[in-house]
């Protein structure tokens, strides 16, 4: 609504020029260099509220508890170095794709933190975690609470959920830059970004609310 005041546009072309604005943070998620380490390793669960939901969905999950049942997962890396974060929305927390993940973004000699997810035992690295099951959470240099913090920012925004983890790891990274350096990376960032109103609008199926 801000946006659509600024620029005396309807509310709806504000809405939709931010969405392609948010498609230029995935190019600076992916030029971003290995993580030197240490890092930060954690998933968290978006959307999903059963307030929200209809009657009949709320029906279907009435015995599941709460957990991260009709929920879409982010799995995220903070290298504590360079403050920098890498985040991507996945369809599974198994061991195969947090690992993946956290290989792709992390340097192989990286000092790695996590909780005590059994989706990070095993891993190639130096690792250490802490154990959140019985409410531990920071021992010595082992916790994650830089990039539990990231999450709880993008929890507040989480509607079309992959441009938001894009757009706010992209804002964190870039947030020493002055405003004019930041605009043109913006500008570069839109050319060849093609997002069709009548797509970004199409329902996906999701149960979360959270678009793809």
């Not at 995935?26 to 929200?52: C, H, I, K, S």
């Not at 709320?58 to 903070?78: F, I, N």
């Not at 190639?124 to 920071?138: A, G, I, L, R």
């Not at 947030?175 to 913006?186: A, F, P, S, V």
Request: include cysteine.
């Amino acid at each position: 609504m801000k946006l659509s005041r600024d620029l005396e546009v309807t509310q709806k072309t504000a809405w939709y020029l931010a969405q392609r604005i948010r498609e230029t943070w995935v190019d600076n998620q992916d030029a971003l260099e290995d993580f030197a380490g240490p890092v930060e390793v954690d998933e968290t669960y978006m959307g999903g509220r059963r307030r929200n939901m209809s009657n009949s969905k709320r029906k279907e999950l009435k015995d599941t508890g709460r957990g991260a049942v009709g929920k879409v997962a982010v799995v995220g890396v903070k290298d504590r170095e360079t403050n920098k974060v890498s985040a991507k929305v996945v369809e599974s927390t198994d061991k195969a794709t947090l690992q993946g993940f956290l290989a792709d973004k992390a340097s192989p000699d990286a000092k790695v933190y996590s909780d005590d997810s059994t989706s990070y035992s095993g891993m190639p690295f130096d690792h250490e975690s802490v154990n959140h099951s019985v409410s531990e959470y920071v021992r010595d240099q082992a916790h994650t609470n830089g990039i539990e913090s990231h999450w709880a920012i993008i929890k507040r925004a989480h509607k079309h959920l992959h441009r938001y983890v894009n757009e706010l790891s992209g804002r964190h990274n870039n947030r020493c830059e002055d405003t004019l350096d930041l605009m043109q990376n913006i500008a570069k960032g839109l050319d060849r970004k093609h997002l069709p109103y009548k797509s970004l609008i199409a329902d996906n199926g999701l149960p979360s609310g959270a678009r793809s």
